[in-house]
Every structure is written in C-alpha cells, then in structure tokens.
C-alpha cells in the first residue's frame, strides 16, 4: 500500500457543537479544529466524551447545537472514512468474509477481493486465519479482525476509539504497529485512549477531555512536558479525576 | 393391546392408504411453511429496519395473529374460496391448494413476527458497524437475514410445526375427502369419532416422527452451520 496525499474532509471543524442527551450534555460547546498530519490524540477519563467525539466527527451522531464542517465548509462526512469501534461486533461469517464483506461495501471488484482479504490479513498478522469463525476468535484477535476490516475500505480519516482497551502488550504492540504504518502512508488517524503511554506512543497532538469539554490541546511532546490546565497536570500525574 | 399392535402392522406394512395420506400431509405443511416463509421473512425484515406511522399496533397485531385459531383461518379462507367469495373463480374449495392457502394464512404471521424479533435484535449488534460502513438499505437486510439463518430455522420450525398440528383450518377448506384432501390430522380425527384406532394411532405415531425427524435435521444443520459461520 502506497503513501498518500492529505485526505478529503480534512480540517475537520467543530464550533460549539453540544451533543446531549436529554438533560446531560455529552459534549458541551466543542471547539476545535483537526488538520492533516499527524495523529490526534483524545485522552481523559472514562466518561470524559471521547467516543461521543469520535461518532460526531464520523458523521454517526449530528450535534444538538453547534456544526460540524469536513473538508472547511462541506456538511456531509467524506466517503471514505472508517471508525474502529472499543467492542467491534464481528459479523456471522469467518475473518475473510468479515473483510471480504467491508471490501464489498467499500466498491471494491469481487475480482480484486482474494488479494486485498489475504494482504489485509498479513497487515494485521492473521495470515493464517482466513476460515477462522471470527466470532470464535480472542478479543486482541477479534480487534485486529475489526482493523483489517476498517482499513479495507482505504479510508482517508481513521476513527480509532480505545483500539487497545483491554488488549494484552503483544497485542496492543501489533495494534500500535499498524496504526502507525497508516498513519505514516498518509491517512489521517484520530484516536480516543485513556492511556497515557499510548498516547505518547502515538500521538502527534493532543486534546485533552474533561466532563464533555476540550479542556487543552497542543503538541504532545509539549502537553506531556508543560501541561497548562490544573486537570491536565492532575491525569497526567495520575491523579483520579471525577 | 390390539389397537397398538394393529397400528404397528399398518406401519410395517407400509399401508398404501397411510402413505398417501402421510405424503398429502407433507406436501401441503411443507408448501404452505415455504409460501409463509417467502411471505413472512421479508416483511418481518421490512417491519424490523422500517419506522413508519402505525409500527407499534402493526406489531402488536402480528404477534396477536401468532395465536390466530385454526378455524378462524380456515373460516376466512372458506369465504374468500366459496363460490360467492371474491376468489370463487378460482374454483380451490375443498382441493390441497385451499388447504396450502390456509395453512399459508395461519403460519405466515407467526414466521413474519418470529422474524422482526430476531432481525431486530441483530440490527441492535450491527447498526453501528453496518452504518459505519455505509451499507445502503437493501444490503443491510440481506446482511440481516442472511446472518441471522441460523435463528430463523427456528421460526420456519415453529411455523412448520404449526401446520403439521392443525386440523380446524384444512377441515374446513379441505373437507376431509378420502383420497383427495385426507391429511394425518383430519384423518386421526376421522377415525378416532369412528372408533378406527388402529389407523388413528398409526397416524398419530407417524405424525410424532415425521415432526421429530424434520425437528432433528433442522437443529442438526444450524448447529453445523453455526460451528462454521461462528
């Protein structure tokens, strides 16, 4: 797979937007723009909006109030965006029909799927998984599945929430590995964790989220050295935020 | 006792009269299962993933019709059938057709509500990745119904097992014609008002073990299938 130029739909533009659900608000008055390059990072705690953020900026949640643009002005979602999901559902059929089925929905010719299914499995190390039920599959295995399933449709923008949550560190380490093989052929990765190690493994630059709200953003090497917001010096030092 | 051992010959001896009536019984649950079920999947599947103005009561009165008496069934179809009715052109009264047509009546709704469930549900566990993947309408439902084969055998069961059970509906619009419309219900009541046990136990046995091995090929298949497909 070949590098490739900044993606459509990037900046991706929220102004104000709140998200709420019935008297609570999710996220509450979001700003901030994410540009091409590389990746963002969200990081706070759980139940801080991250992954409210990441449907938003999918195009799977539309803001109470506020607006979201793709691309500076355009309102609908580019095509060729994927999100993996924290607990990816594994469809009824073996790992190859799992990809092969994101490969179809993405356009891709049946002629062109054997090929794409088998240098998709050896991306995320499943080469030898093809009539596996995927179902039956561990959690780390089940989200490499999911990976291979999101990076078949060649997206552009790559959602990832929580990628690693739970996983093991050979696991999270052949995660890691591969999102940063993307992210180096230019596809713009937008991330939610919890885990700060990740974070910095990963990320390019950070936002951190607090009670629905970007609290600070900034370049990571910066926000892990000189963190400015008392919440942020507070999670970064471990301390339990409520 | 007599009647039983009388009953094991007739079975033994492979009775010519209780093999065509064991094979017009089959022919006509197994034609109306697949006519309900080519009726009732896909509605339950549009009704499912469908929102639409009158869902809620439309639900509750297919689940209602899950428990529709037999005779109610048989009755509407006698009158729509009748020569006076709006297809008494068709000229079906008292035919095996009248008696799919009914059955068909009777098993639809329980395969289309059985459906809806279970479609439901998995659009439940698929939305978000189906929605996130960007597949249009129709892709989804054939997603749905193929993924879901496995459960939906059980809802073809239920209205397989339905219709092999029935007698008030295919009495009416069959009228238990020797030769013609006699199916293994109809005629075990014949028979048992006339005091044949013999063959109303003979029927009664074969009835059992049709249902069971029909029961155990379909449970054999899906957990095969499932061990594939995971």
């Known amino acids: 797979m070949s590098a490739r130029g900044p993606a459509d739909g990037l900046p991706i533009v929220f102004e104000d937007v709140e998200i709420r659900a019935g008297e609570v608000a999710i996220l509450d008055k979001v700003s901030i723009t994410i540009r091409a390059g590389a990746p963002t990072v969200l990081i706070g705690p759980n139940g801080s909006g991250k992954t409210t953020f990441l449907r938003a900026a999918m195009g799977l949640i539309a803001p109470s109030r506020g607006r979201i643009a793709w691309g500076g002005c355009g309102f609908q979602p580019p095509a060729r965006r994927a999100i993996l999901f924290q607990r990816p559902v594994m469809l009824r059929r073996s790992v190859a029909g799992n990809i092969d089925y994101a490969l179809a929905s993405a356009g891709v010719a049946r002629a062109e799927r054997a090929q794409r299914i088998s240098e998709l499995r050896a991306l995320v190390g499943l080469a030898g998984f093809a009539d596996r039920p995927a179902r039956a599959l561990s959690g780390g295995e089940q989200q490499r599945v999911a990976l291979a399933r999101v990076l078949a449709r060649d997206p552009g923008i790559l959602f990832l929430d929580e990628p690693t949550a739970s996983l093991d560190p050979s696991a999270t380490r052949a995660i890691e590995e591969v999102v940063r093989a993307t992210a180096a052929r230019g596809v713009k990765i937008v991330m939610a964790t919890h885990d700060l190690g990740e974070a910095r493994r990963v990320s390019g630059e950070i936002a951190f989220m607090h009670r629905g709200r970007i609290v600070e953003t900034g370049a990571a090497g910066a926000f892990f050295a000189n963190p400015v917001t008392d919440e942020a010096r507070r999670f970064i030092a471990g301390d339990l935020l409520e | ?230």
């Not at chain 2, 999947?41 to 689940?63: K, S």
């Open chain 2, 1 to 230: 006792m007599p009647e039983n051992a009388s009953a094991l010959h007739l079975l033994l001896t492979s009775d010519p009269a209780l093999r065509e009536i064991v094979w017009l019984s089959l022919f006509v649950s197994l034609s109306a299962t697949l006519f309900a079920a080519l009726i009732g999947v896909p509605a339950g599947a549009l009704i499912a993933l469908t929102r639409f103005r009158g869902r809620e009561p439309l639900i509750v009165l297919l689940n209602a019709l899950m428990g529709l008496p037999p005779v109610v069934a048989g009755l509407v179809v006698f009158l729509a059938l009748s020569r006076s009715g709006p297809l008494g052109s068709w000229g079906l009264l008292f035919t095996p057709q009248a008696m799919i047509i009914a059955q068909t009546v009777l098993v639809a709704p329980i395969i289309a509500a059985l459906t809806r469930q279970t479609i439901e549900d998995l659009w439940m566990e698929y939305r978000d990745e189906l929605t996130a993947m960007n597949v249009a309408p129709v892709r989804r439902a054939i997603t749905l119904i193929a993924d879901a084969q496995f459960s939906l055998v059980t809802a073809l069961l239920a209205g397989f097992g339905r219709a092999t059970a029935e007698v008030g509906a295919i009495i009416i619009v069959g009228g238990n014609i020797d030769g013609f419309t006699r199916t293994m219900t109809t005629a075990i009541a014949l028979e048992t008002s006339k005091g044949e046990l013999p063959l109303a136990i003979g029927l009664g046995i074969v009835l059992m073990l049709v249902v069971f091995a029909i029961n155990a090929l379909a449970w054999g298949a899906r957990r095969a299938g499932e061990r594939l497909a995971g």
